[in-house]
């Protein structure tokens, strides 16, 4: 059931891009709106992007300590 409609979904996704791609200007007019909407919105995305390779790191060095962990008490059963 949702292989069909993750199907459907980029088939009708597909035939939207080719009808909007067919004029150049309507292409250059939704590249500057998305880079007038980056640029409004920039900060957020600049916070939200620290935010997250921040929580990324955090995460990482949890899992390498618990992985230290686990190599040290399998050394210690040996």
């Known amino acids: 059931m949702t292989g069909t409609l993750a199907s459907a979904i980029v088939v009708s996704g597909e035939k ?16 500057v709106a998305a880079g007038f909407i980056v640029y409004k919105n920039r900060q957020i995305i600049i916070d939200s992007t620290t935010k997250t390779v921040e929580t990324d790191k955090n995460i990482l060095l949890e899992q390498k300590e618990k992985l230290l962990d686990l190599v040290a008490e399998a050394k210690e059963k040996q």
């Open 16 to 31: 939207l891009m080719l009808k909007i791609s067919k004029p150049p200007l309507l292409v250059f007019g939704l590249g």
